[in-house]
């Protein structure tokens, strides 16, 4: 089981990111995907949530309207879209297998910095 994340950058406050999470060695279509960040100064928080199907999206509250999972199962690959980026997304950005965070790929760093 291997999940690989990617698309982290430096930007702008404003700006947008589009992340990528690679889910092999496992049948991606039969679980949901799961994000988290790691930011300064906090706890690993959960962020986003996509469904098997990719038909239903949950939100931590703090990225509600400016986040959005979406999930492509011929391409065994899940998304994050990040849009209004602010200072205090900057972190480390984890997708997991399912709800839980024990099946994590390593991660990609965003910087949202003026």
């Known amino acids: 089981v291997q999940l690989v994340e990617s698309g982290g950058g430096s930007v702008q406050p404003g700006e947008s990111l589009r992340l990528s999470c690679v889910g092999t060695g496992f049948a991606f279509d039969l679980y949901g995907v799961s994000w988290f960040r790691q930011t300064a100064g906090k706890a690993f928080e959960w962020v986003a949530y996509?469904?098997?199907?990719?038909?239903?999206?949950e939100y931590t509250d703090s990225v509600k309207g400016r986040f959005t999972a979406s999930r492509d199962n011929e391409k065994n690959t899940a998304y994050l879209q990040l849009n209004s980026l602010k200072p205090e997304d900057t972190g480390v950005y984890y997708c997991?297998?399912?709800?839980?965070?024990?099946?994590r790929g390593p991660g990609t760093q965003v910087n949202v910095s003026s």
């Open positions: 996509i469904d098997v199907a990719g038909d239903v999206g």
């Open positions: 997991s297998r399912g709800r839980g965070s024990s099946t």
